[in-house]
């Protein structure tokens, strides 16, 4: 599942304690891969030997601080990234749950050495505060242990209208320091009920849950992010025959049995998947229930005993971590957002809720145990989408469930909310206004990040493209020799032009100009839109600043005509007629000569338009004249097998044509050449000859083969010089190419070359 965590188990094997018979019916094996193993015998056969295999195994050498770096200092990354972690130990009583929990103070355990993490990892955009709770169940009561016992009073575990279970009433004081926590731990902690029994000497007779809150608040974002560590010392379940309990030891025995079996319950059920969750039934449960497929990491420490006469509560013990080990959390990040909430109707269905949403946390499992110099984790969630699903295993937004009373509460926690007035929400009803809310807020952030990423993309994409403008312009001074980089078109400039453009291309052209023209008012951005257009409307474009440039030129504009050429170059750069336009219009406009167009083709009728379109085409650089026929393009006149027509011009300048196949005429008698500039030295050396061919060379291709289209296509010119063709024909042929069998490069026409 996407954002679903399993709770972690870690299993601990105390040393035996004075007067306690040494024997190894117990073992920890440590894997090469960093797992840990612990075997025990099957009580009824010991030749067999149960093994239960866990990311992390202590045996009795190991240390306080091994547990704390491995697998507790990696969850504190979590709690300061607003989510609730929960530890809990586990065992049979005796098996050193307090001792790994609490420890001593030559050997503090777990809770004296999270508390210290306020220091490791003060924040300095964030303002953080800590604060702890302290309460204990005792007989299926909750008792705060922040208050002296003889006036502590049952307080009532109360669920709120968004589904949060919380201890009304529960002290919370606020920590500034180490101190400030041992003196409130020390002083509580002998509030705890403890008594003496056959099997510990200072036997907790309660489960003890402590809680510390971390209340992270950015000033700069306005928000607030609320991690808790909920840090539980079960009590130990009893064999009365073994501890020798008194009745009243036996009364409390008896609650302690219950709940933890109702423990035992519920991780039953949440493993089962079934549709009711006996939460309810201890209070243990009911606070533990964010912990036990709720919205916090979890992570379940077995505290073992060793020997033989603990060897059945052993295997009972590892038999609860196996279960355990699959129950899957989804938790959540607590974040609020101080800022004015604009939904009202959305505030007022969460009026005192924080506003909450399902976390990608970082994994909790064997990869992360173990390293502790991982790094903080980031602050920011990682949103993912929750399920759907609106039954009780809904991911409820963490509480750890706890209201405060003292001044700090009302900034670290939301207060209790009232109990509704007016209508009693069912549990159903509840969980699906949270799963509405959390969905709600879900595809909001969502969406608020798609915009975010959007924008990000954006100005990327502008970062680039004005980039890529300037190299361009770079490019292009190099070319032209330092020319100055012609500035974008005035406002308004093309508008006139478009009017008197009807006859050229109609609607269509207009059309485009104008977008061309808007896109102009906005800036000058020929590369960016070069980069959007598919090739066809690339080629559409530069064909329409060719018809622009064309019409100027006529009327002797030669420098406007020069900058329309060379826009349109930048949508056909390949285009090597119209390279030489802009190299024969330098020159014109260099020289104070006047440039002289070919005529314009009359338009083809529609009957004849299907009809054939065959070029030649030129090598590099070669090409001064070329040959056009129909608004067909090859590819259809190939499949139509309609070769039998041709038209011919030799309008050099009728680069229109050469970018597109759409302009039609029929026989169009070759026209002379006007003068040509070549462009290098090796096009002067080629250019000596034009090669053209004509009706009789298309009737002899009759139906090209693939890889001549194909060049044909791609290439504006549509000029195919034979002795070209032929080697393509041979290369073709080598490679094994079908569709060249019995076809013959067309026939030479040979022009007259011209140079200036
Ligand atoms: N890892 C350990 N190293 C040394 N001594 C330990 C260790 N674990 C437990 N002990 C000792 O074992 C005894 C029982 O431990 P502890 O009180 O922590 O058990 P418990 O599981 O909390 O029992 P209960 O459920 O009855 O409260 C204590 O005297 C404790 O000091």
Redesign the pocket.
């Known amino acids: 599942m996407a954002n679903a965590y399993k709770i972690k188990i870690a299993a601990?094997l105390?040393?035996p304690?004075p007067g306690e018979l040494v024997d190894e019916g117990v073992q920890v094996e440590h894997r090469d891969d960093g797992t840990s193993c612990i075997s025990v015998p099957n009580p009824r056969d010991t030749t067999q030997v149960f093994k239960f295999p866990f990311t992390s195994g202590?045996d009795?050498a190991?240390l306080?601080e091994d547990i704390f770096e491995n697998d507790v200092r990696p969850l504190i990354d979590v709690v300061y990234s607003g989510v609730t972690v929960t530890i809990f130990?586990y065992?049979?009583?005796?098996?050193?749950?307090?001792?790994?929990?609490?420890g001593?103070k030559a050997?503090p355990g777990i809770i004296p050495r999270a508390a210290l993490f306020e220091q490791q990892y003060g924040l300095q955009r964030y303002r953080s505060a800590l604060a702890v709770s302290y309460m204990e169940i005792y007989k299926d009561e909750v008792y705060d242990l922040l208050v002296a016992r003889d006036n502590a009073p049952k307080l009532p575990v109360r669920e709120n209208d968004v589904g949060q279970v919380f201890v009304a009433n529960l002290t919370a004081l606020p920590m500034d320091s180490l101190a400030d926590f041992e003196k409130i731990y020390s002083r509580a902690s002998k509030n705890r009920s403890?008594a003496s029994?056959n099997?510990?000497?200072?036997?907790?007779?309660s489960h003890a849950i402590l809680t510390v809150t971390v209340t992270l608040t950015d000033p700069v974002e306005n928000k607030t992010l609320s991690g808790k560590l909920n840090l539980v010392?079960?009590?130990?379940?009893?064999n009365n025959k073994m501890t020798g309990n008194d009745p009243s030891r036996m009364a409390e025995s008896a609650a302690?049995n219950k709940s933890l079996s109702t423990l035992g319950q519920v991780v039953h059920a949440l493993n089962k998947s079934a549709s009711r969750i006996p939460y309810r039934n201890s209070k243990l449960t009911r606070l533990l229930q964010d912990a036990l497929g709720g919205s916090s990491v979890g992570l379940l420490i077995c505290?073992l005993?060793p020997g033989i006469k603990f060897r059945q509560d052993t295997l009972n013990t590892l038999n609860f971590a196996v279960h355990t080990k699959n129950v899957e959390n989804k938790p959540v990040v607590n974040e609020r957002d101080n800022r004015p909430v604009a939904k009202p109707h959305f505030a007022a269905l969460h009026q005192s809720a924080p506003r909450l949403a399902p976390a990608m946390l970082p994994s909790t499992s064997s990869s992360s145990s173990g390293s502790s110099s991982g790094g903080r984790q980031s602050l920011a969630p990682q949103i993912s989408r929750p399920s759907s699903s609106s039954g009780s295993r809904v991911p409820r937004p963490s509480v750890g469930g706890f209201m405060t009373t003292n001044r700090l509460s009302q900034v670290l926690h939301q207060p209790a909310p009232p109990a509704p007035k007016t209508v009693t929400l069912t549990d159903k009803e509840i969980d699906e206004r949270i799963a509405r809310a959390v969905e709600a807020e879900v595809a909001r952030r969502l969406e608020e990040r798609e915009r975010e990423r959007a924008r990000e993309e954006e100005a990327r994409r502008e970062e680039e493209v004005r980039r890529l403008a300037k190299e361009e312009v770079k490019r292009e001074e190099k070319r032209r020799g330092k020319a100055p980089a012609h500035e974008p078109l005035p406002s308004g400039t093309l508008t006139p032009l478009l009017r008197r453009q009807v006859d050229v291309e109609g609607g269509e052209l207009k059309k485009r100009l104008e977008e061309l023209e808007q896109k102009f008012e906005h800036s000058s951005r020929e590369v960016e839109m070069v980069d959007v257009l598919s090739p066809a409307s690339r080629k559409r474009t530069g064909r329409a600043y060719v018809a622009l440039a064309r019409s100027h030129s006529e009327k002797g504009n030669l420098q406007l005509a020069l900058e329309l050429y060379r826009k349109a170059e930048t949508y056909v750069p390949d285009n090597d007629k119209l390279k030489e336009r802009i190299i024969e219009i330098e020159w014109a406009v260099k020289n104070g000569k006047p440039f002289l167009l070919s005529p314009k083709r009359p338009k083809k009728s529609k009957s004849k338009r299907a009809r054939g379109v065959l070029a030649a085409r030129t090598s590099k650089g070669e090409s001064t004249r070329s040959l056009h026929s129909g608004d067909a393009t090859v590819g259809e006149l190939s499949s139509r097998q309609e070769a039998s027509e041709i038209a011919i011009t030799t309008t050099s300048s009728n680069i229109l044509d050469g970018m597109t196949a759409k302009p039609a005429m029929t026989t169009v008698a070759p026209t002379p050449v006007p003068t040509k500039v070549p462009t290098t030295a090796s096009d002067d050396e080629e250019g000596k000859e034009n090669h053209r061919f004509g009706a009789d060379a298309l009737l002899q291709v009759g139906s090209p083969p693939k890889r001549l289209l194909e060049d044909m296509q791609g290439d504006d010119s549509l000029e195919t010089p034979p002795r070209h063709a032929k080697k393509w024909k041979q290369e073709a042929v080598e490679e094994g190419e079908e569709g060249w069998e019995g076809w013959q490069p067309p026939a030479l026409t040979r022009g007259k070359k011209e140079t200036c």
């Open positions: 601990r105390r040393p304690i202590y009795p190991a306080q130990a065992g049979v009583t005796s098996s050193g749950k307090t001792h790994t929990m609490q001593t050997d403890v029994t099997l510990n000497r200072a036997s907790s007779r010392d079960l009590a130990g379940s009893e302690i505290n005993a």
